[in-house]
């Protein structure tokens, strides 16, 4: 990846938990070049549980399953590059 120029990453989901046995994990000399280029990454689902688990979170079942449509908004000052030219808020569908 250090060739290419990233301008963003999208850590996306998968049928793990980052606290299984073999479970996938973005590699130190990643996150490395993350922090040193300052790119801005997007956990989802598993990819969320990533960087919660890597930079010190826990990470615990949800009380509830998360399934069907649902809007989402963005914050209050929220001004990532990852949602530029997106709308405030966004029709999804939610698959836990």
């Given at each position: ?36 280029r300052s790119i ?11 960087l919660a688990h ?10 509830e399953r998360e ?30």
């Amino acid at each position: 990846l250090a060739p290419h120029n990233i301008t963003a990453i999208i850590l996306s989901g998968g049928p793990n938990s980052v606290y299984e046995e073999g479970a996938p994990h973005v590699s130190p000399e990643i996150w490395k070049m993350i922090k040193e280029r300052s790119i801005p990454v997007l956990g989802i689902c598993y990819g969320m549980q990533e960087l919660a688990h890597v930079f010190g979170g826990k990470v615990a079942p949800g009380q509830e399953r998360e399934y069907g449509k649902a809007m989402v908004k963005r914050i209050e000052g929220c001004d990532s590059k990852l949602f530029e030219g997106l709308p405030e808020e966004n029709q999804m569908w939610m698959s836990h």
